[in-house]
């Protein structure tokens, strides 16, 4: 929105729509098309974005949203793919034909990542971002970590070097080397050597949306954080220099409004978080900066990154949006276009949508989607290819046996211990000289399996931090490391013989603890020390690694969230494994113990000196974790005859309309069917009459009659195809192009490659009922 437009400034009264549902979310865009109707022709846009992706193709974990709303189990490409089609199909239903969808990125898509995609140079991530068809995108500080040039070998399809694992050449192979299809704007990196962008990439490019009679442009620039040098080895930047962001934001707006396009995005690889609609860091610094060089800049909405967290504000009238990482969840913001000024009729608006992969506290079963199979089947087959080195030996233990992440009475661990130590070693193998690092317990999900000749394997280390959290290194005073380790909520039951509460395991620091006087149960510190002895300073800032999650804020430590962002390393499974590797390549065996880096002050007894292991499952347990581990339910569609999957050899399944328990068994029919010997089944639920959205309650028995319960949510049936067996469509009311230089952007400097995108239909679904017409558009470049 122009800043300057006297009577658009009368007609800024949009909202932030974050939180309301989804339904109406799409009513209100579907209002809004409907009141501006009868005074001018418009368009309504959508715009779905993603930051800090970080190739974390099956990773969940836990999203930080609004009012640091906590959502469970989020993540995953194959989920994320579903979460945006519906979001499109939903906003396309509300708004009309007369609407344009862009899917956009704002950096640190790659770099960072957990073994499927990491192990494999990151192309697995490519081809899934081809897939959910992102079609702009920036550079983040993460693209540099193997340098620029690997990076655009990735975005390429160019051969691998032979460095790299085999496994690499024979996946990309696979795919036919199929190239990105994602074009990257970058406005403030450039050459030392001629002060051009790098690899021909264009600080920014522009899209046609159909409005009215007109073709009104959009412009997307690109920025990344200054802090590069900061944040990466020298030699993969030593070449660049790094411009303002500020001031090539307002260079660029004014060049595209000076040449008509006054509707502009920015997606920016900077750190941003807001309260309410307030929005802080340096996202709002360079906005406030933006409007005081530029003050008709028409900078519309602004796509943060990098630090991981929840944005939705706005500065001025510029909406400014990030949606934490990994996948977990996106940004849908959708504003109005209009042909007279060419410009969004009011600010743009959004909602933070989480991907939830299962019903949680705040995640009702019904908003759930289905992974696309396509990217599920993607990386099925890198885990598949990298197996070949998850596989392999990568250190030896000291002793055959586990290293046990059991902890004492107060919460210390032998593998917690290994852990940190690793993360210290590591971080400052790569120059960034830490005192400490710290880690959530929970985030440590199993013992480090041994064998019986003392191997330790790489899927082993990778079975204790599985979760691919980005390390962190942070600054924080004295105070603030104390602060934080108050808000550990340990507690010891005595009773259950088991720690409860939220608590940290360390290294590099010792510190003593009381028992807190409120009574609570928990512990308060005394007194606070390095490893050697040297007392730790209130005012004194010390350096440590800590992961993304707890940077965030995660289970409950806000203090992390004070601290200074000053650099970043791979996630915390490779750190784990890399260390075993360093270990064994320096001839050294893996061991760890309890060490008393904490223990309870004047020398007062430590509850449960001696860990107590982890307790054994209970048969039932057991054998309800086994039937889960085992099933897999297959998509059903409505007036399908069979429902099929696999479960236990064996397995007793039922399967009816309405869920049923031991308690109550009200369906009127139930299927049951007996599964093979290899686990298969298949059950002809014709005569239950599963309509769409309804769920089929599939129960799986064992041979001890323990149950496990599933529900498998109903799918609309195929459409009717043409009689050409195929689907195509082309609207002149719902158009967007790739600017091109040779010919509709005559009035415009150079901005990329000239494309021209076509829309295709490949999955069609035309619901009568709901008046809904579903598609995915697929872009293809002559």
């Not at 990151?122 to 068809?133: E, G, K, S």
């Amino acid at each position: 929105m122009k800043k300057k437009t006297g009577f658009l400034s009368l007609m800024m009264s949009a909202s932030l729509i974050c939180t309301l549902p989804l339904a109406q979310s799409s009513a209100f865009a579907e209002e809004e098309a409907t009141t501006t109707a009868a005074s001018e022709a418009t368009t309504q846009v959508q715009f779905l974005g993603v930051n800090d992706f970080h190739g974390a193709l099956s990773s969940t974990g836990s999203a930080y949203l609004k009012d640091n709303q906590k959502y469970s189990n989020t993540g995953g490409a194959a989920m994320l793919a579903s979460y945006l089609d519906r979001s499109e199909a939903e906003f396309t239903a509300a708004a009309g034909t007369n609407a344009e969808t862009f899917r956009v990125q704002a950096g640190d898509m790659v770099g960072a990542s957990p073994a499927n995609s990491g192990l494999l140079q990151d192309y697995p991530t490519v081809l899934a971002f081809n897939r959910m068809d992102f079609e702009i995108g920036t550079l983040g500080n993460h693209e540099f970590d193997e340098g620029l040039a690997e990076f655009n070998r990735i975005l390429t399809g160019g051969a691998p070097k032979d460095s790299f694992y085999p496994i690499v050449k024979q996946f990309q192979n696979q795919y036919k080397n199929e190239k990105s299809q994602t074009e990257i704007v970058v406005a403030n990196v450039v050459n030392k050597a001629d002060g051009k962008i790098p690899f021909g990439w264009q600080p920014y490019t522009t899209r046609e949306v159909k409005v009215g009679e007109k073709d009104v442009k959009i412009g997307f620039i690109g920025v990344v954080t200054t802090e590069i040098p900061n944040l990466v080895l020298k030699e993969n930047y030593e070449d660049y220099n790094f411009l303002d962001e500020a001031d090539t934001i307002a260079k660029y707006s004014k060049e595209l409004t000076d040449a008509g396009v006054n509707a502009i995005v920015v997606l920016a690889h900077v750190p941003s978080t807001s309260q309410g609609n307030k929005v802080s860091d340096a996202a709002a610094d360079i906005m406030t900066k933006v409007n005081q060089k530029n003050p008709d800049n028409s900078v519309d909405i602004f796509f943060a990154g990098h630090n991981h967290q929840y944005t939705n504000g706005y500065v001025g009238d510029t909406l400014v949006v990030q949606s934490t990482s990994q996948g977990k969840a996106y940004a849908n913001v959708v504003g109005t276009l209009e042909e007279k000024t060419g410009d969004f009729q009011k600010k743009a608006t959004a909602e933070i949508i989480p991907v939830a992969t299962k019903e949680t506290e705040n995640t009702k079963t019904e908003d759930l989607v289905e992974p696309d199979k396509e990217i599920a089947t993607l990386i099925e087959n890198a885990n598949t290819t990298v197996s070949e080195v998850t596989s392999k030996k990568i250190g030896t233990a000291a002793k055959a046996e586990d290293i046990s992440r059991s902890v004492n009475g107060l919460g210390e661990s032998a593998l917690g211990n290994l852990i940190t130590d690793g993360q210290v070693s590591l971080a400052n193998q790569k120059g960034f000289n830490v005192d400490f690092a710290m880690t959530n317990n929970g985030g440590i999900r199993d013992d480090l399996k041994v064998t019986a000749d003392g191997t330790i394997t790489w899927g082993a280390a990778q079975a204790v931090q599985p979760f691919g959290n980005i390390m962190q290194i942070v600054e924080m005073t004295g105070a603030q490391v104390k602060n934080a380790l108050n808000q550990q909520t340990f507690k010891w039951n005595a009773d259950k013989k088991q720690a409860e509460g939220y608590f940290l395991q360390v290294s590099g620091l010792k510190y003593t603890v009381a028992a807190n006087p409120d009574n609570s149960g928990t512990y308060v510190v005394q007194n606070l020390t390095k490893a050697d002895g040297t007392a730790i300073e209130d005012n004194q800032t010390y350096r440590m690694v800590i992961n993304d999650f707890l940077y965030g804020g995660g289970d409950g430590f806000s203090e992390f969230t004070k601290g200074k962002l000053v650099g970043a390393m791979q996630p915390d499974t490779e750190t784990f494994v890399t260390y075993i590797e360093s270990l064994e390549a320096s001839g050294q065996k893996v061991a760890s113990d309890i060490q008393g880096r904490k223990v309870m002050a004047d020398g007062q007894a430590i509850p449960n000196p001696t860990p107590t292991p982890n307790p054994t499952p209970t048969p039932s347990e057991t054998g309800v974790d086994a039937i889960k581990a085992a099933t897999k339910i297959d998509n059903y569609k409505e007036n399908e005859k069979f429902l099929t999957g696999k479960t236990i050899p064996n397995g007793k399944v039922t399967i009816s309309k309405e869920e049923k328990t031991a308690v109550t068994r009200q369906s009127t029919e139930i299927v049951t069917v007996t599964a093979g010997a290899d686990g298969k089944f298949s059950a002809d639920v014709s005569s239950l009459g599963l309509t769409r959205k309804e769920f089929a309650w599939v129960e799986v028995f064992d041979e001890d009659n323990n149950v496990a319960v599933f529900k498998r949510l109903v799918l609309a049936g195929s459409t009717t195809s043409s009689s050409s067996g195929s689907k195509t469509t082309t609207s002149s009311s719902k158009k967007a192009t790739t600017t091109s230089s040779s010919k509709t952007n005559q009035a415009l400097p150079k901005t990329g490659e000239e494309n021209n995108y076509q829309l295709v239909i490949i999955g069609g679904l035309f619901i009568l009922a709901g008046g809904v017409l579903y598609y995915r558009r697929k872009a293809s470049v002559n």
